[in-house]
């Protein structure tokens, strides 16, 4: 399962079935134990574990996962006593299947027209086939163009989200049901280099939690810069201590092509 992928997919989905921040949250939750888990199919999930990762009463867990389930997006089952068992099913594949049925209507309108065509003179239906030709290969050729830029930047935002997501739970930030929907936001708003190392300075300055990373973005972009080395309470020192490159690995080159104005 594309974890970035499945996520963009069901924000489509949050506006067309307008999810409440319950539902939401639960999602969220369930991916984030599933990916634990190595993307299993069935997975086994205690109430408690939900209601502390989604933030949900155990009432709101029950009313969720039953409009979820309705929607499609999900599937369990009650093992008695036992913890209850989930299942999340992709939604990638709702989107191809309703891709194919575009494709379908867009092939039937073609052949409409195909037919319409033939009921012309020859000289027009030849001229009306070579343009319909001529545009239809410049628009396979335009539509290739565009998946494969968008298979790039998919990549691309893996592999951000995945390194960001890893630094974020290793500073030892509480990772829960919000945490995946705010990397993303966060990356583009501020683009991944800058959410790294605010995580990072955050974790330095033992202010682990997502305001105050929050705080440190909102100080770099007004201040036209990335700065490492702040004050607690989030405002800059005026000092770049050069140790500061230490504790995350830069050397001077490396501060230089990520944009930071002092170390």
């Known amino acids: 399962m594309n974890y970035i992928k499945e996520i963009n997919a069901f924000y489509d989905l949050v506006q067309v079935k307008q999810l409440s921040t319950g539902q939401i949250a639960l999602w969220h939750a369930l991916m984030q134990i599933n990916n634990k888990c190595a993307w299993i199919e069935w997975f086994t999930v205690p109430n408690l574990t939900l209601e502390l990762t989604s933030g949900l009463s155990r009432k709101g867990i029950y009313n969720a996962r039953n409009s979820l389930k309705q929607y499609g997006i999900i599937d369990f089952k009650s093992n008695g006593t036992k913890a209850t068992s989930y299942r999340l099913i992709s939604l ?3 989107t191809q ?6 494709t379908q209507d867009v092939n039937a309108m073609v052949d409409i027209t195909q037919g319409a065509t033939q009921g012309t003179t020859q000289d027009t239906t030849q001229g009306t086939t070579q343009d319909s030709a001529t545009l239809n290969k410049l628009n396979k050729t335009k539509l290739n163009d565009i998946n494969n830029n968008n298979n790039n930047n998919s990549q691309e935002i893996d592999e951000e989200f995945s390194q960001i997501a ?6 030892g930030i509480e990772f829960d049901g919000f945490t995946p929907g705010w990397i993303s936001d966060s990356i583009e708003i501020y683009g991944s280099e800058w959410v790294k190392n605010a995580i990072l300075e955050a974790a330095n300055q033992n202010a682990r939690n997502r305001a105050y990373i929050n705080k440190i973005l909102r100080n770099w972009k007004n201040w036209g810069g990335m700065k490492l080395g702040g004050m607690k309470d989030g405002a800059s ?5 050069r140790d500061t ?3 995350y690995g830069f050397t001077e080159e490396d501060a230089q092509r990520a944009g930071v104005t002092s170390l």
């Open 237 to 241: 020192s005026g000092e770049f201590k």
């Open 245 to 247: 490159a230490k504790t």
């Open 166 to 171: 890893k630094i974020y739970q290793e500073a």
């Open 97 to 102: 299947a309703s891709t194919q049925g575009t």
């Open 92 to 94: 990638l594949n709702n």
